[in-house]
């Protein structure tokens, strides 16, 4: 199989699975299949969806250099898009149910609730990264192109910590979040003091 062949196949089961997920989530909501708290469900699933996509963006770049795979290149774009696509709905969901698109709420959310605010700012570094990445913007912003999307470390890191502050008792599952987003980022540790230094 060509490498031309096996991205297309990935980037089908990427498709099939992150949608395929999504709309199945949804229905379960719908026909009230979601256990108690339907509302709480979708948020979790969408925002740890969201998450897990996050990772497997990062996780692209070094295994394709590491194990010589350029094909896999070919399938960050698309996951990147899925993984804002996730966060979307997940905002999207929290506006909609749990303070029902009342804004003087939601600012007094922002205030009492810093994880929100955290979560926020990751929202908003995932929709810069996602509007930009295309050809023509790429080519358009050139170097300061890959500034920009070097802010997905950041976005990582306010994820973590906007899930671990989220999470009233259990931590268990957010510490090895945590625990992967900072072994992703000691892996790309050169990149990233190329990236400050970039700045200076």
């Known amino acids: ?9 990935l980037k089908c089961l990427i498709h ?17 299949k979601l256990g108690g708290d339907p509302v709480e469900a979708i948020i979790h699933f969408t925002g740890i969806g969201a998450f897990n996509l996050l990772l497997l963006t990062l ?6 250099k590491r194990y010589k795979l350029p094909w896999l290149l070919k399938s960050r774009r698309l996951l990147g898009l899925y993984t804002f696509a996730y966060a979307l709905c997940h905002v999207v969901n929290f506006w909609a149910f749990e303070i029902q698109f009342d ?3 939601f600012l007094s959310e922002l205030i009492k ?7 926020l700012a990751a929202f908003m570094i995932l929709f810069a990264l996602a509007i930009t990445s295309f050809s023509r913007l790429q080519r ?6 890959l500034k920009l999307h070097s802010f997905i470390y950041i976005a990582v890191l306010c994820v973590a910590v906007h899930f671990y502050w989220s999470v009233k008792s259990e931590i268990i599952e957010p510490s090895i979040y945590i625990l992967i987003s ?9 990149k990233i003091k190329a990236w400050f230094k970039s700045f200076r």
């Open 113 to 119: 609730r810093p994880y929100i605010t955290v979560g």
């Open 103 to 105: 804004i003087s709420l």
């Open 16 to 32: 099939f699975t992150a949608l395929g997920f999504l709309v199945s989530q949804y229905y379960l909501a719908i026909v009230d």
């Open 182 to 190: 900072l072994l992703l980022l000691l892996w790309r540790k050169q």
């Open 140 to 145: 358009a912003m050139g170097k300061n192109w």
């Open 59 to 64: 996780l692209v770049s070094p295994l394709s």
């Open 1 to 9: 199989m060509t490498w031309q062949a096996k991205s297309i196949s």
